[in-house]
């Protein structure tokens, strides 16, 4: 049964950089079918896409985030990580990493199975 | 404007049907895009549940029930998610997700109450 475990330290201090890993188990991150994905939720609010990335390392970032994001993979561990510069308290979320699976019909890569999250609060 | 919006909430009793909203921004025809569904429960990630863009291209989730159907209204540039035969566990939170102008852009979600 795929797993996707989400991982990182739950407490950031303002300016500094976010550090997160997703580690997948019960499928390999390395299949063609699949692109993989990090979503927040700030507590109490709505969904926010982040960024994907393919086993390749082809990535696709939001564009409001795109100048402080960046993400990774590492097939070998089966893990994709996440890094968030310049943090503020605005970046507090719980952080989701998922799976994202080919739609043939619209030729999409859609989150179809997702992570418990973990909470990552930034303060100092 | 946002690029979706849904109503922050809805309430509808047990048995019945609750129809929840997206509305696209002014502009974004909603016939050209695949809406995406989930759904949430407290505590928990969201969960696929279904896609739809047409009668024609549509796909329910795996072990969906199909309770859950999507459709359009054109008229409003609406996704539609409605939900039969309601049930005190569809008590959840409900995302709509397309992608545009290449990035994923979700709903603000829309509480659904049974009672």
């Known amino acids: 049964q795929l797993q996707l475990q989400e991982s990182g330290p739950g407490l950031v201090k303002p300016s500094e950089t976010l550090s997160l890993t997703c580690t997948v188990s019960?499928?390999?991150?390395?299949?063609?079918?699949?692109?993989w994905g990090w979503i927040r939720q700030p507590p109490g609010k709505g969904l926010e896409w982040i960024g994907s990335i393919y086993y390749s390392g082809r990535t696709f970032y939001n564009p409001s985030l795109a100048s402080r994001v960046s993400i990774s993979v590492d097939t070998s561990k089966n893990q994709i990580s996440l890094r968030l510069n310049s943090v503020t308290a605005a970046d507090t979320a719980v952080y989701y990493c998922?799976?994202?699976?080919?739609?043939?019909?619209?030729?999409?890569?859609?989150?179809?199975?997702w992570g418990q999250g973990t909470l990552v609060t930034v303060s100092s | 404007q946002a690029v979706l919006t849904q109503p922050s909430s809805l309430s509808a009793s047990p048995g019945a049907s609750a129809s929840l909203t997206c509305t696209l921004r002014s502009g974004i025809n909603v016939g050209t895009y695949m809406i995406y569904w989930s759904q949430q429960k407290p505590g928990s990630p969201p969960q696929y549940l279904l896609r739809y863009k047409s009668d024609s291209d549509k796909q329910q989730g795996s072990g969906v029930p199909s309770r859950f159907s999507g459709s359009k209204d054109a008229s409003a540039n609406a996704g539609i998610l409605l939900i039969s035969g309601l049930r005190s566990e569809d008590e959840a939170d409900y995302y709509c997700m397309i992608w545009h102008n290449s990035a994923w852009v979700f709903g603000g979600g829309t509480k659904l109450t049974v009672l």
């Open positions: 998922a799976r994202q699976d080919y739609d043939t019909t619209s030729e999409l890569y859609y989150f179809d199975y």
């Open positions: 019960g499928g390999s991150i390395s299949t063609t079918s699949y692109y």
